[in-house]
């Protein structure tokens, strides 16, 4: 992907919140899981796998190897867990736009469900670049109606979304 302003530096060296939320749900349990801009660090990946993973799928333009990537790639078919933790708000709205739709036709593709959690920073609404990269700070809401043109059900509990496709529209 090509963006103006790379989310390199926007990586963090902890477990993703959105991780910790769907730890202990019965999905996990011998889930293949995708982490979609997982990020350079792998506490979020060793979480999965401790509490019941199969396998965490890494995949990061911007941090992994085109190893760890091309492997990801050639894998997704096993997913059966998306996670996309932070992403969205840190990258432009071009951008997010293709990561919906590149989400939504793994989705698509495996029938897995697809969860994502986005940051809202100061929800000013203000997007700009920072000495990280590139925040939006946009609120929860305001990537709903992205998220609801690729996806048949959205569900949103605060900054957290629960995107999937019906078989009516895999069908399609």
């Not at 959105?18 to 979609?36: K, M």
């Not at 932070?86 to 969860?115: E, H, P, Q």
């Not at 709903?144 to 605060?158: C, D, N, Q």
Request: proline fraction near 1%.
């Amino acid at each position: 992907m090509n963006q103006a302003i790379t989310s390199a530096a926007t990586s963090q060296s902890q477990i993703p919140a959105l991780h910790r939320r769907v730890f202990g749900l019965e999905i996990i349990q011998g889930a293949t899981i995708l982490d979609y801009g997982c990020g350079k660090y792998d506490k979020g990946r060793d979480f999965l796998l401790k509490n019941g993973a199969a396998e965490v799928l890494s995949y990061d333009p911007f941090n992994r190897t085109d190893e760890e990537n091309d492997y990801a790639k050639q894998n997704v078919h096993k997913t059966t867990l998306l996670l996309c933790a932070n992403v969205l708000n840190v990258v432009k709205a071009d951008s997010r736009t293709i990561i919906a739709s590149t989400l939504a036709t793994i989705s698509k593709r495996t029938g897995c469900a697809v969860y994502i959690s986005v940051y809202e920073g100061d929800r000013s609404g203000w997007c700009r670049e920072t000495t990280k990269g590139f925040q939006a700070h946009l609120r929860a809401s305001a990537y709903e109606s992205l998220l609801r043109s690729f996806f048949s059900k959205v569900t949103r509990s605060g900054n957290t979304f629960i995107c999937e496709i019906t078989m009516a529209q895999r069908n399609r």
